[in-house]
């Protein structure tokens, strides 16, 4: 299997590259998150995001209510046992996210040059003139000149679909803007968000704390996204809450890296989470454009040396409504596994795009390719030397095993565990090799009854979910 593994430095046939790729029995090795939606929730469209790839379904509690998810949770569990592939669940709280409401659901246009205010009052209906929002504090966070941005739900940035307003000023509670661009918004959720404006919201809210102790706790969830963090202490509470939660202590949090704020206390967070979201979305949106690609490499630099999943975000956009992506973006894919990425998310392109099950196919084939080229022993080497001497005896078993299964060209590494600890050392040395973890279950007791404990590790070790995600 290793010899099918080239190194970029390597001498490549351009005649090679147009070879058809070899079937292979274990799918990529980069793990795709894909969010569950109106055009993804049937059974027969889910049963095809999971043969296509998807070994993480994202449950975005930002838009519809619980029964709406739970719904599409029951048709998940259908598709599992049609499927025989198993997917992990996640939880995507709100967070501290704005959002403009559109109760009428009428499509809004803006045009270049014109006049909107931005008021906290959501009894008013939405018009080209007026924009109701979630948050009362906007007039206290902005001042004239500040950039806010509205899209679609997930937007994609499309210059006709989402609006760049300029703050002019401060009336009350109200904020009025200058629109930037012509642009329509179509549908009931638009997201707001304010260039690097600090926002008064709480990272887990009352709303978020609601779902998790219910929804949360009816299906136990595997991973918690959790938006807009901000610092470490929004991690320590977050866990906390959960840590009383039953069963849903050993469920996973990823902070989802959002703002300025976020990635100014990024070190202290990645120290405290299970792993990282990079959201490029809105990152994007608070950074300059060229330096969007010096933070994610940085960042996933940061995740791959602490042995944390990390997991990239807006990669096919243009996806949402075609069938192919732009080469700009199948390239963008390659680079993040190239770059260090353990996981490829999709939002709206699974979520409302034409297309989920070819793309989650489409951004697997990507992935595959990359990883055949990704430079192992110069990774290996890098990490090794990072960790440094003397090692721990867990940490220099796993990185022994994963050079030890490359020099022997084995198929697969095997681990046996319990805690999970040992499987995810070994990924983070990213052997090209599947690993495959079998949970040794605890039998524990309450004096009542008697029960097993290993259900949370099993699950995502059986289909090689992102938490160890080689």
Request: net charge neutral; charged share 25%; glycine share 6%.
């Amino acid at each position: 299997m290793h010899s099918t593994h080239l190194l970029l430095e390597e001498p490549i046939r351009m005649a090679s590259i147009l070879e058809p790729s070899k079937a292979s029995f274990f799918p990529a090795m980069t793990k795709i998150v894909g969010t569950l939606g109106p055009k993804s929730r049937s059974i027969e469209v889910i049963s095809g995001c999971l043969k296509a790839g998807m070994s993480v379904a994202r449950f975005d509690f930002s838009w519809h209510d619980p029964a709406y998810h739970q719904e599409t949770l029951e048709n998940l569990k259908a598709a599992v046992k049609l499927t025989k592939k198993l997917c992990a669940v996640m939880l995507d709280t709100v967070g501290a996210e704005m959002q403009v409401v559109n109760k009428s659901e009428k499509a809004i246009s803006l045009e270049a040059d014109a006049i909107v205010v931005l008021t906290p009052d959501e009894g008013q209906e939405a018009s080209s003139e007026l924009l109701p929002i979630n948050f009362d504090g906007l007039s206290k966070a902005v001042k004239k000149g500040d950039t806010i941005f509205i899209g679609q739900y997930l937007f994609t940035g499309s210059e006709t679909t989402s609006v760049w307003l300029e703050v002019s000023e401060v009336k009350g509670d109200d904020v009025v803007c200058v629109i930037k661009n012509s642009a329509t918004l179509a549908g009931s959720l638009f997201t707001l968000h304010g260039s690097q404006i600090r926002i008064g919201l709480p990272t887990l809210t009352d709303k978020d704390k609601e779902v998790i102790s219910t929804w949360g706790v009816q299906n136990k969830i595997d991973f918690l996204s959790l938006s807009y963090t901000r610092h470490a202490e929004d991690v320590r509470q977050a866990r906390e809450f959960l840590s009383k939660l039953g069963d849903l202590y050993q469920t996973q949090i990823f902070a989802k890296i959002e703002n300025i704020e976020g990635l100014n206390h990024f070190d202290e967070i990645l120290q405290e989470a299970d792993g990282i979201i990079l959201s490029r979305g809105n990152l994007g949106i608070d950074l300059p454009p060229e330096k969007v690609f010096l933070f994610q490499k940085a960042a996933l630099y940061k995740c791959n040396m602490a042995g944390k999943p990390a997991v990239v975000t807006r990669v096919v956009d243009s996806m949402t409504d075609n069938l192919r992506p732009t080469r700009a973006e199948a390239t963008d894919v390659a680079n993040a596994v190239l770059d260090g990425s353990d996981a490829i998310l999709l939002g709206a392109e699974t979520l409302r795009g034409l297309y989920p099950v070819e793309t989650i196919s489409t951004v697997g084939k990507i992935c595959a390719e990359a990883e055949k080229v990704f430079n192992q022993d110069m990774y290996f080497k890098k990490t090794v030397k990072y960790v440094g001497e003397p090692m721990t005896h867990l940490e220099s078993i796993a990185s022994s095993a994963v050079r030890a299964a490359i020099k022997v060209k084995a198929s697969v590494i095997i681990c046996f565990t319990s805690s999970g600890r040992a499987a995810r050392l070994i990924a983070k040395y990213r052997p090209t090799m599947p690993v495959l973890s079998v949970v040794i279950p605890r039998l524990k007791t309450n004096q009542l009854k008697w029960s097993f404990s290993g259900a949370f590790e099993a699950i995502p070790y059986c289909q090689r979910s992102f938490p160890y995600a080689r």
